[in-house]
């Protein structure tokens, strides 16, 4: 009796371990590409005059007032125009809910320092808010609004780019 339980549980852990259930795991897609020009100038290469000298992300719905978010200044592969490339670190709020449907928002304030003179900087406060949409498949940016304006709709398959123009 012993014997055969042992076969029997032997034999059904190796059934267990061939089956295939083709579980894929929920695709993120949640990078964001900010770009800002005026007047065709890059305006987030710190080298060019007039151009922002400072870039700086605080989490409007963080914990504290002084919540920095994290990002990364680059330059595009192809070209010198510089842009931010945002990840993640901002808290997301959720605005609505169903049980295989949930909306997301996150609030960024940008504060831009431009060198407006040796001795005076100008500082230029923007907001930037992200909309997300969570499935059980999927999670990513769905709209990106910039000063209250709508710039970005998601498109399948197309990154997440965003380019301001002031």
């Known amino acids: 009796m012993k014997n055969s339980f042992f076969f029997l549980a032997i034999v059904l852990l190796g059934f267990l371990s061939c089956r295939?259930?083709?579980?894929?795991?929920?695709?993120?897609?949640?990078?964001?590409?900010?770009?800002?020009?005026?007047?065709?100038?890059?305006?987030?290469?710190?080298?060019?005059?007039?151009s922002y000298t400072d870039v700086k992300m605080n989490d409007v719905y963080g914990i504290t007032d002084n919540a920095p978010v994290t990002f990364s200044p680059k330059i595009g592969i192809t070209d010198t125009i510089h842009f931010i490339e945002y990840v993640a670190g901002a808290r997301r709020i959720r605005i609505d809910s169903t049980a295989t449907f949930k909306t997301y928002e996150s609030k960024i304030a940008l504060r831009l320092t431009k060198k407006t003179s040796a001795t005076t900087n100008t500082i230029i406060n923007d907001t930037l808010t992200v909309s997300y949409l969570w499935t059980p498949e999927l999670f990513q940016v769905s709209k990106i609004w910039y000063n209250n304006s709508l710039k970005f709709t998601k498109v399948e398959g197309q990154p997440?780019?965003?380019?301001?123009?002031?």
Not at 21 to 42: E, P
Not at 160 to 166: A, D, F, G
């Open 20 to 50: 295939n259930d083709n579980v894929t795991g929920q695709q993120i897609d949640q990078v964001i590409h900010l770009y800002i020009d005026s007047a065709n100038q890059d305006m987030l290469n710190s080298k060019i005059p007039n």
């Open 160 to 166: 997440n780019i965003v380019k301001i123009t002031k």
